[in-house]
C-alpha cells in the first residue's frame, strides 16, 4: 500500500446533458492510484472507462461535467482548478495515448513539429534545441530512421508507428501519470505487443503511474498490477491482476473473463452457464468423395505501384531502388475449402487477406491463377458480370464493421430483404417479410426489432442484422471478414456460437478472415497463415496452433497477450 | 509541380473547346435577330438582308463557326455592333473592375465571416453563434440591389460619407496608367496617393454590399467545418498535451478546418464576378457582368461569347489556384496530385 496516492478519485459521477435528459456516463466511481503503479481498468462499450479518464483529464465534451465526488492529483484538487493550472498540468503532469493512432494525430502537421508543439508549450527545451529534443523523443520510441521520420506526416506512417508517435508525445515532457486508452485497438498483435513492451519499458524507467484502459482483460492482467472492472458506469470489483484472474468474485467480471477466447476455452464455453443453447440437430453430411467447394490454386493480385508508395519510397529513399512495376498483394497462394468447412484465414494487416476474400467473393479481378467454385472456374468472370451469374447468390459476404455495412436508411428487415429483391425470387411483400420473419428467428433476432433502423439496435443485433441477409438465399460459402473485430467480448462470443450453429444447420462452408488467433481457433477446422501474400502455413487447426511449424506462426502466437495463469 | 501545372491547364484544353462550340451555337440559337435589331425600326427587308449580308450572317453555320474559330486563334474575339469597339479591349478594361470589386468584396467578406465562423463554432449555441446565424442569414436574403441601394441612401445621401455611386472614378480624376487595370495598385504604383483614396472610397460601398451577400456561405462553412474538425480525435490529443486554447483552434483545428472553407471561397468569387450585374448597375461600375447582360439583350454575339469565354478561362485558372493551395494546406493531397 502507497502512503499517499498520486491519484485519487473519489465518488466520481460524471454526467451528460443530452437531448434526452441527463446520462449518468459515471456513477460513485472510486480509484486511486500510487506511484509507479499500473492500473488497469476493464470493461466493455459504454462502462464509463474512457468518461472517467477523460473526467481526470478534464477534457470532457462540452455536454458532460463532474456532478459529484473529488480528483486529486498528487495533492491538487483537479475539479476546482482553474482552466489554465489543470491546461498546464495535462502533458506536463498527465499525459494521455489514445486508440486510432492515427486520427489521434493531426493529419496535415508534421510528426516533429507535432511532438516540438508540446515542448514549446510546456518549455521543455528552448527553441534552439527543440528540433534536437523532438528527435531524441522519436528515438526514445524506436522509431528508426528518426531524423527522415520527423518530417513524416502521419498518413505517410504505419499504424503502430503512429502510436509510437503519440506516445513520444505524451511523455515528451515527463510527466507522471500516463493514461493509455486502449492504446492497442486496432492495432496487429505483434504490433500490439511491441507497442505495449515498449509503454512497460518507458514508464518502468522513468517511474511513471499508469492506467491502462481496455476491454480486454488478458491484455490488463498481463501489463497491469492491479485491476479495475467497470460496468455500467461502476466499479464493480477491483483486486490486483492475479487474484483478479484466479478468483473473479464479481458475476460480471466472470463473464467477462469467460467470453475471453482464451487457449483451452471452447466455443460453448464462452456462454454464461445456463445461458448456452442445445447443440442443433447437425445436417448429416453425406460422406462421399466430392470435389471441394472452393478450390484456389496459385492466385496472384498485382497492384500498380503508385501514388503513396512511390511517393514514400521517394520520400524515405535518397535514390529509390529499381522497383518492379506492380505490387503482388497475393502471391500465388492455392488452397481448399471442402463442405461444411469452415478454414480460417490469418495473418497481419497487409498480408493480402483481405484481398483474397475479395477475389474470392469476385468484387475484384484475380492477376493470375483460377478461382474453381463447385467445379467451375469463376475467377474469370468479371466482377461486374458476376452478380448476375447464378453463383453470386452462392457465395455471400459477412462484413467487418456491423454498423457500416448496413444502409442507415434502411430498417433491418429492408437489410435482410435486400439480397431477396434482388434474386431471392421470391414475390410478393407478404412473402419477403414472412421469410425476413424467418431468418431473424434463424439468427436470434426479435421479430419485433425488424423495423428498426441501425442506429436503434445495438452492436450484437446490427451483427445479426448482417449475418441473416447474407444467409438470406441459403449460400453454399460465406466470407467472414472479421465480423466480430468490432464487437464486445460478450456479444463476440454469442455472435461466435451463433455462427457455428447455423453452419452446422444449414451446411455451410465459411472462410473466416480474421487476425485473432484465439477465435479463429474456436470455430475454424482449418487454419491458413499468410504473410506478405504468400501462405507460410495452413493445416488442421489445433496442429497449426499448437504445434507451429513456421517461425512466424510462432511469432504471432507469442505475440498474444499470456495473462498470468 | 510545374508538370502538375501544365497537366491541369492540357486537361483545360477540350473544355474550352468544348465552351467555344456551346457558347457559339447557344448564341445562334438565341431568339433576335441582330440584323434587324441594327438595322432599325424603320429598315425595310432589303436593309435588314443587307445588313445581314454585312455580319456574315447569311452564310451557313459551319462556315460562320470557322471565321469565328479562325478569329479566336488571331486573338481577335471581334466587334462589338453596339459600342463598335473591340470586344478584347472591353473586355481587357472592364475584367479588372469587375475582379478589383469581386475581390475586395471577398476579403472584406472573409475578414469577417472567418473570424465569426470559428467563433461560433468554438462556442455553439451561445450569443456569438446566434449573431453569426443573424447576421449571416440577414446577408444572404437581402438582394444586393437592396443592400447596395440602402448603403447609398445612408453613406451618400444622408450621410455624404461616400462619393457619388457613378462609376470606379469620381469625375475629377483621371485613370491612373494601366498595369494590372486595378486601380487601387496602378496608383500606388504610379506613387499617387489622393487617386488611390478616390478610388478605394468608389470601391467601399459596392464591395460591402457584395461582402455583405457572400457572408453566409463563407461563415457557415467555416463553423460546419470547424465543428466537426473540433470534435475529432487530434484535436483531444492536442488538448491532452496541454496546448493552449489558441494553438487547439488555429494551429490545429482551423488549419484542418480550411480545404471546404477555401473551395468554397472559389465557388464564391466565380458566383461574384459574373453574376454580379445588379451591385454594377446601382454603382454604374463598368464591370463584365453588366457588358455581357447589355451584349445579351441587344444580341450582339461577339461580346457574349467573348465574355463566356472568359468566364471559362477565369474559371479554369481560378480551379487551379484552389486546387494548388489544397496542395499547400494538405500534405496528403500533395501526392495524390
Given amino acids: 500500500m502507497v502512503a499517499v496516492a498520486l491519484l485519487d478519485i473519489k465518488d466520481l459521477t460524471v454526467e451528460f446533458h443530452t437531448r434526452r435528459g441527463i446520462v449518468k456516463a459515471v456513477q460513485h466511481v472510486n480509484i486511486s492510484i500510487g506511484k509507479g503503479e499500473t492500473l488497469g481498468i476493464v470493461g466493455e462499450s459504454g462502462s464509463g472507462k474512457s468518461v472517467t479518464s477523460y473526467a481526470v483529464m478534464r477534457i470532457l465534451d462540452r455536454a458532460g461535467s463532474i456532478a459529484e465526488g473529488s480528483v486529486t492529483f498528487s495533492g491538487i484538487d483537479l475539479r476546482a482548478a482553474p482552466e489554465e493550472q489543470v491546461r498546464t498540468m495535462r502533458g506536463r503532469e498527465m499525459s494521455m495515448i489514445f486508440q486510432s493512432p492515427r486520427l489521434a494525430l493531426n493529419p496535415i502537421r508534421k510528426v516533429g513539429h507535432q511532438i516540438e508543439d508540446v515542448l514549446k508549450q510546456h518549455a521543455q527545451a528552448d527553441s534552439a534545441q527543440l528540433t534536437n529534443k523532438a528527435i531524441e523523443m522519436l528515438d526514445h520510441v524506436k522509431i528508426a530512421r528518426s531524423r527522415e521520420r520527423y518530417h513524416a506526416y502521419p498518413f505517410e506512417l504505419s499504424g503502430g508507428m503512429c502510436q509510437r508517435v503519440v506516445i513520444a508525445l505524451a511523455l515528451a515532457c515527463r510527466p507522471q501519470l500516463l493514461i493509455a486508452d486502449a492504446p492497442t485497438t486496432g492495432l496487429d498483435v505483434t504490433t500490439q505487443k511491441a507497442v505495449m513492451d515498449l509503454v512497460t519499458e518507458l514508464t518502468r524507467e522513468r517511474g511513471l503511474s499508469t492506467i491502462l484502459i481496455t476491454h480486454d482483460l488478458g491484455l490488463a492482467a498481463t501489463y497491469c498490477d492491479n485491476i479495475v472492472v467497470m460496468e455500467k458506469g461502476r466499479v464493480i470489483e477491483s483486486a490486483t491482476s492475479t487474484k483478479i484472474f484466479k478468483k473473479p468474485s464479481h458475476a460480471y467480471t466472470r463473464k467477462l473473463m469467460q467470453a475471453t477466447p482464451r487457449p483451452g476455452s471452447t466455443l460453448r464455453g464462452l456462454l454464461p452457464e445456463g445461458e448456452a443453447p442445445p447443440v442443433p440437430q447437425k445436417i448429416q453430411m453425406v460422406p462421399r468423395e466430392q470435389k471441394p467447394l472452393l478450390e484456389v490454386t496459385k492466385l496472384v493480385k498485382e497492384f500498380p505501384r503508385k501514388g503513396l508508395q512511390a511517393s514514400l519510397s521517394r520520400l524515405l529513399g535518397p535514390k529509390p531502388a529499381p ?206 497463415v499468410m504473410k506478405t501474400g504468400q501462405i507460410v502455413e495452413q493445416g488442421p487447426t489445433e496442429q497449426v496452433l499448437f504445434e507451429p511449424q513456421a517461425q512466424y506462426t510462432r511469432d504471432l502466437l507469442a505475440a498474444i497477450p499470456h495473462p498470468p495463469a | 509541380m510545374l508538370s502538375v501545372i501544365l497537366k491541369r491547364l492540357l486537361l483545360a484544353v477540350p473544355t474550352l473547346i468544348g465552351v467555344v462550340v456551346v457558347t457559339f451555337l447557344l448564341t445562334r440559337a438565341l431568339p433576335g435577330d441582330p440584323a434587324a435589331y441594327f438595322a432599325g425600326p424603320a429598315a425595310t427587308k432589303q436593309a435588314i438582308e443587307q445588313v445581314r449580308a454585312q455580319l456574315g450572317l447569311d452564310k451557313p453555320l459551319p462556315v460562320q463557326f470557322v471565321r469565328y474559330v479562325n478569329d479566336l486563334a488571331h486573338g481577335d474575339l471581334g466587334n462589338s455592333l453596339t459600342t463598335g469597339q473591340p470586344v478584347l479591349a472591353e473586355l481587357r478594361s472592364r475584367l479588372p473592375a469587375s475582379a478589383e470589386l469581386t475581390l475586395l468584396g471577398l476579403i472584406l467578406s472573409m475578414s469577417i465571416a472567418i473570424p465569426l465562423g470559428i467563433l461560433a463554432a468554438t462556442k455553439p449555441g451561445s450569443i456569438v453563434d446566434h449573431v453569426c446565424r443573424i447576421v449571416t442569414t440577414a446577408g444572404v436574403s437581402l438582394p444586393v440591389f437592396f443592400t447596395g441601394l440602402i448603403l447609398v441612401y445612408v453613406f451618400y445621401y444622408l450621410l455624404g460619407w461616400a462619393p457619388a455611386p457613378l462609376g470606379r472614378l469620381d469625375v475629377f480624376f483621371s485613370a491612373p496608367r494601366t498595369v494590372t487595370g486595378f486601380y487601387l495598385i496602378d496608383s500606388l504604383l504610379a506613387g499617387k496617393f489622393d487617386l488611390f483614396r478616390a478610388a478605394l472610397a468608389q470601391l467601399v460601398l459596392p464591395a460591402l454590399t457584395l461582402a455583405i451577400f457572400s457572408l453566409a456561405p463563407i461563415a457557415r462553412m467555416t463553423r460546419a467545418s470547424m465543428l466537426s474538425v473540433l470534435a475529432s480525435d487530434f484535436v483531444r490529443t492536442a488538448r491532452a498535451s496541454g496546448l493552449t486554447r489558441y494553438t487547439v483552434v488555429i494551429t490545429y483545428a482551423f488549419r484542418n478546418a480550411m480545404l471546404p472553407v477555401i473551395t468554397t471561397l472559389g465557388m464564391v468569387f466565380s458566383f461574384l464576378l459574373g453574376a454580379n450585374v445588379l451591385v454594377e448597375k446601382v454603382f454604374a461600375w463598368p464591370g463584365i457582368g453588366s457588358y455581357a447582360v447589355e451584349a445579351l439583350i441587344a444580341s450582339d454575339f461577339a461580346p457574349v461569347q467573348g465574355f463566356v469565354l472568359t468566364m471559362a478561362v477565369m474559371y479554369v485558372i481560378l480551379n487551379l489556384i484552389i486546387d494548388l493551395l489544397y496542395g499547400v494546406v494538405d500534405p496528403r493531397v500533395r501526392i495524390d496530385a
Fill in chain 1, 323 to 528: 522497383q518492379p512495376e506492380n505490387f503482388r498483394a497475393v502471391d500465388g497462394i492455392s488452397f481448399k475449402i471442402n463442405r461444411g468447412e469452415s478454414v480460417g484465414l490469418v495473418g497481419e494487416s497487409g498480408c493480402g487477406k483481405s484481398t483474397t476474400s475479395m477475389m474470392v467473393m469476385r468484387l475484384i479481378d484475380k492477376s493470375e491463377g483460377a478461382i474453381m467454385f463447385d467445379g467451375e472456374d469463376i475467377g474469370d468472370i468479371a466482377p461486374r458480370e458476376f452478380a448476375h451469374t447464378p453463383f453470386r447468390r452462392r457465395i455471400q459476404m459477412v462484413f467487418q464493421d456491423p454498423t457500416d455495412s448496413l444502409n442507415p436508411r434502411y430498417t433491418a428487415a429492408r437489410a435482410i430483404a435486400d439480397p431477396l429483391l434482388r434474386m431471392g425470387g421470391i414475390k410478393g411483400a407478404a412473402a419477403i417479410r414472412g421469410r425476413c420473419e424467418e431468418l431473424a428467428q434463424q439468427v436470434g433476432l426479435p421479430t419485433d426489432l425488424l423495423d428498426r433502423f441501425p442506429h436503434q439496435l445495438s452492436g450484437g443485433q446490427k451483427a445479426r442484422v448482417g449475418i441473416a441477409r447474407s444467409i438470406a438465399l441459403k449460400p453454399d460459402l460465406i466470407v467472414l471478414d472479421e465480423p466480430t473485430a468490432a464487437l464486445d467480448v460478450s456479444v463476440q462470443a454469442v455472435v461466435l456460437n451463433l455462427l457455428q450453429d447455423l453452419k452446422d444447420s444449414l451446411g455451410m462452408s465459411y472462410l473466416f478472415v480474421s487476425h485473432d488467433l484465439n477465435v479463429v481457433r474456436l470455430l475454424c477446422d482449418r487454419v491458413i
